[in-house]
């Protein structure tokens, strides 16, 4: 089977392929620009104090609970740490919330708690 097509070059064939930049040739560069998704910064209406509040509530309310809510407990715990994040994943922080929530259960107060916290961040 004969090729013109040598063997240089970029030669894609089926399948899928996303590039997000590419550069083929002699002296060739490319050069990608990723701008960050809104969830990259802290929120505008977030107000770092206030929320540092609403985790104690939480904590509070999941105090006594942490064996019958074992999986909120565990995402309360990484929605701290998270939260002590220099830049807080706030994408993963607000799925964390919405774990708690979900996990709580018939614990009014814990579900109150992580309500109050995902109103916080918008």
Not at 80 to 104: H, K, Y
């Amino acid at each position: 089977m004969s090729n013109d097509r040598g063997t240089s070059g970029v030669h894609i064939s089926g399948g899928h392929v996303t590039i997000g930049a590419l550069a083929q040739g002699d002296n060739a560069s490319a050069h990608a620009v990723v701008h960050a998704g809104p969830d990259a910064a802290r929120p505008p209406e977030v107000d770092t104090t206030s929320l540092a509040q609403l985790l104690t509530q939480l904590r509070d309310a999941l105090a006594g609970h942490e064996d019958e809510l074992p999986d909120a407990s565990a995402a309360a715990t990484d929605l701290a740490q998270s939260l002590d994040r220099p830049q807080p994943p706030w994408a993963r922080i607000r799925e964390l919330v919405a774990a708690i929530a979900g996990a709580a259960g018939s614990v009014t107060a814990v579900a109150e708690a992580a309500e109050a916290i995902g109103k916080a961040l918008g």
